[in-house]
């Protein structure tokens, strides 16, 4: 069920004299069960590259190939591959309408053609896997928190039984508390249900926990594609690029610049605080 995205270029006004290349020649694969981190500057072509992926957006050239097939086939069944492929946006609580948190979650399935029984049980399903109370699924998803309405959002995407999640800033808004939550959701659904996950963020920190490898974009190009330590050993390039790395990171470097013997590839907490307690040893 690998993405596979061949060559894609996609241009914003394309056919007008201010065309944009937002993506320029974009080779990449998501392999199964991966969970990718997706970073990148405003402008850097982050969220134009997941729209592609479930097929709201058509590349300029080049092609997307999921479960082995070009989506943009004319027999291709695209209104499928966004059961498949759940996108979740950024603010997705914005996109919250129905009266209720119960119903708001069946609207996916019920949109994709299941049955109402189905509809129901999925919904149940999902909102049990998001961990929402269930005496909130009969309130106005109007009604809830922040971190709640986030939940809601992906419960409703999750209730079409994707294989790959996509989430463009999930945690945009939330307290440090709520952003927790919400990425140790995320972890606990790849882990509980063999997901893909490809996840856009502007944190560094998050990135660094939560992804196996990570994709550094900027201006429309990808420019490292590795794992978190390979990609944050590049810490002047991405500080040119606007970018940064991990706070834990510069805490690191910092000590082995004041002649203290620790490793400068540390990017989680976990692992500075073995390092560090070894060390205290």
């Known amino acids: 069920m690998s993405l596979i995205l061949d060559h894609v270029t996609y241009e914003y006004g394309s056919d007008t004299e201010l065309a944009v290349k937002a993506l320029d020649n974009i080779e990449l694969v998501i392999d199964d069960n991966e969970f990718l981190g997706l970073i990148g500057h405003t402008g850097s072509g982050k969220s134009t590259l997941v729209q592609h992926l ?27 591959l966004r059961g498949e492929v759940g996108l979740v946006f950024q603010y997705p609580e914005h996109q919250l309408f129905e009266l209720t948190v119960f119903k708001d979650v069946c609207f996916g399935p019920k949109n994709m053609g299941m049955k109402p029984e189905q509809c129901e049980v999925a919904a149940y399903e999902a909102l049990e896997a998001v961990g929402l109370d269930e005496e909130l699924y009969d309130q106005s998803p109007l009604d809830l928190s922040g971190g709640q309405k986030r939940r809601v959002a992906i419960a409703g995407v999750l209730a079409m039984h994707p294989k790959v999640l996509v989430l463009d800033e999930p945690t945009a808004g939330l307290d440090p508390k709520g952003r927790d939550e919400i990425l140790d959701l995320v972890k606990e659904l790849k882990k509980n249900l063999g997901m893909t ?75 500075a605080a073995d390092v560090l307690a070894a060390l205290c040893k």
Do not use: C, W
């Not at 097929?55 to 997307?64: A, F």
């Not at 502007?202 to 330590?229: F, L, N, Q, W």
């Open 54 to 80: 479930n097929g709201l957006l058509k590349p300029t050239s080049g092609h997307i190939y999921f479960n082995g097939r070009d989506i943009h086939e004319n027999d291709f069944d695209r209104r499928a």
């Open 197 to 271: 996950i490809v996840l856009v963020s502007h944190s560094m920190d998050d990135v660094a926990e939560y992804a196996d490898k990570i994709v550094v974009m900027d201006r429309g190009k990808i420019i490292y594609h590795d794992t978190p330590k390979n990609v944050f050993a590049h810490a002047k390039e991405l500080e040119a690029m606007g970018l940064g790395v991990p706070q834990v990171t510069s805490v690191m470097k910092s000590l082995a610049d004041a002649g203290i013997d620790v490793p400068q590839d540390i990017t989680t907490v976990d692992e």
